[in-house]
């Protein structure tokens, strides 16, 4: 299937994707500003794509965040996430706190699976349940 565009939109298409990415020039920049005021809609369309882009950013460096947290990164992904404490220390403390909180829950499961529970004897367990039992109680409480 082909797909055909207007010149106009593979040039907002280019334009968009370069100063989206933070790669445009000031000459893109103005380009791309004085074709959203010829056209309004494709503000709308600029404020979308700046908005899924920023989406799929966060997804990829979530999953490489979790991947090095689990221990199943390569050494590149790896390099990646500590490179932040550099070059976004906002993104750093924010996988920092993420870190803390899969540890807390690990050690949380750690400690729940280490504990040992002993079943309740069965002399208890019959005990409880004739207590429990509303006609068992009525005629014990009877006999007493």
């Given amino acids: 299937m082909k797909f055909d565009?207007?010149?106009q939109?593979?040039?907002?298409?280019?334009?968009?994707?370069?100063?989206?990415?933070?790669?445009?020039?000031?000459k893109d920049r103005a380009e791309l500003e004085l074709m959203m005021q010829d056209d309004p809609e494709l503000?709308?369309?600029?404020?979308?794509f700046q908005r899924n882009l920023r989406d799929?950013?966060?997804?990829?460096?979530?999953?490489?965040?979790?991947?090095?947290?689990?221990?199943?990164?390569?050494?590149e992904?790896?390099?990646?996430?500590?490179?932040?404490?550099?070059?976004?220390?906002?993104?750093?403390?924010?996988?920092?706190a993420a870190l803390a909180f899969v540890d807390e829950m690990a050690s949380r499961h750690d400690s729940a699976n280490s504990l040992k529970t002993e079943p309740m004897p069965?002399?208890?367990?019959?005990?409880?349940?004739?207590e429990l039992r509303p006609e068992t109680r009525?005629?014990?409480s009877k006999s007493k």
């Fill in 5 to 7: 565009m207007k010149p």
């Fill in 9 to 26: 939109d593979k040039a907002f298409l280019k334009l968009a994707e370069a100063v989206a990415a933070g790669e445009g020039s000031s």
């Fill in 43 to 48: 503000e709308m369309e600029f404020v979308q």
């Fill in 56 to 75: 799929e950013r966060l997804a990829e460096f979530w999953s490489v965040a979790v991947r090095v947290m689990v221990g199943t990164a390569c050494p």
């Fill in 77 to 96: 992904e790896v390099k990646q996430i500590e490179s932040l404490r550099t070059s976004d220390p906002k993104r750093w403390e924010k996988y920092l």
């Fill in 122 to 130: 069965s002399h208890v367990r019959q005990k409880l349940l004739s």
């Fill in 138 to 140: 009525s005629t014990s």
